[in-house]
């Protein structure tokens, strides 16, 4: 997984950023450019006049965390870390929603975090 991590990093195709505890390794999150299909998203939530079929996201593509620290809020620290991230980054290139790519065992995680 981490040669992975670095072949998807040098062809520019995710980012991996890793959680350190004591020179361990608890977790880590990447993140990948996205894109959400309109029909996809509630009408309220639209922009008027909005000319594209698609709006720009930052999905979550993979989330870990070691099994030795599961349940002690380093999976929390991790999706709030990746949305710090991408607030940062939608200020300078324009991004609308962060998705997550999620096992279906994870998602209420994800749900109770308001994904």
């Not at 980012?15 to 990447?30: A, D, E, H, M, P």
Request: proline fraction near 3%.
């Amino acid at each position: 997984m981490i040669n992975d991590a670095l072949d998807d990093q040098d062809e520019m195709i995710s980012r991996t950023y890793l959680c350190c505890l004591n020179k361990s390794i608890t977790g880590f999150f990447t993140i990948v450019a996205d894109t959400i299909e309109v029909q996809a998203i509630d009408e309220a939530d639209g922009v008027d006049g909005y000319p594209y079929h698609k709006y720009p996201s930052i999905k979550i593509a993979r989330l870990a965390v070691d099994e030795t620290c599961v349940r002690q809020g380093f999976g929390r620290f991790l999706v709030l870390a990746a949305i710090g991230l991408a607030l940062s980054v939608s200020g300078i290139i324009g991004c609308r929603y962060l998705t997550v790519d999620s096992n279906p065992e994870s998602m209420s995680f994800y749900e109770r975090l308001g994904f």
